[in-house]
């Protein structure tokens, strides 16, 4: 975990820390019915955007081939729009792995270090979730949810911040101390 920044990134502030962009191709289990971002996907609680990422990560394997660092990164963020052999140096350099290192993303111990590396080049050097949620989202990866509610969410305020408990049952509740 990293110290908190002035102002979030984009990726933060979206509960989406891997950036991933919206596609018809995907409707993710928790997200933002009134996301206002036109580009990339937001949702409802970190959680959701966490097993988002790991999700894609695993289907980026299994769909595409994408059993190294450097053709994860590659698909993840291509030459076109980014500095791809940059992001896939600091993820190699993050993990351990090499770049070209044949990694199985079904595996938490590869899947883990790497979706720690993107999410803190996403997020201009921050990588803020415990680890005890980055556990539960990829527990959470495996596991088939049914839609959320569309409608506008209902947020209520906590003593632990605000929360869309009403409109959104299916909101996994975090490992205590988080």
Known sequence: MTEPM???TRG?????????RISNE?????????NPDKAFERFVDDIWGLR??????????RRRGANTIARLIS????PNENDTADYIAHVAERTGFGADESLDLRRREHLTPVLKAMIMHENAGHQPYSDELIDSAIDMADQEFPPLPRERPVSLRTPLGLTDVKSNPF???PPRGL
């Open 6 to 8: 002035a102002r979030p």
């Open 12 to 20: 933060l502030r979206n509960r989406n820390p891997l950036n991933i």
């Open 26 to 34: 995907n409707q993710w289990v928790g997200e933002d019915p009134n």
């Open 52 to 61: 988002a990422g790991a999700r894609l990560m695993r289907n980026h394997q």
């Open 75 to 78: 698909i993840w963020a291509p």
């Open 171 to 173: 909101r996994p509740v």
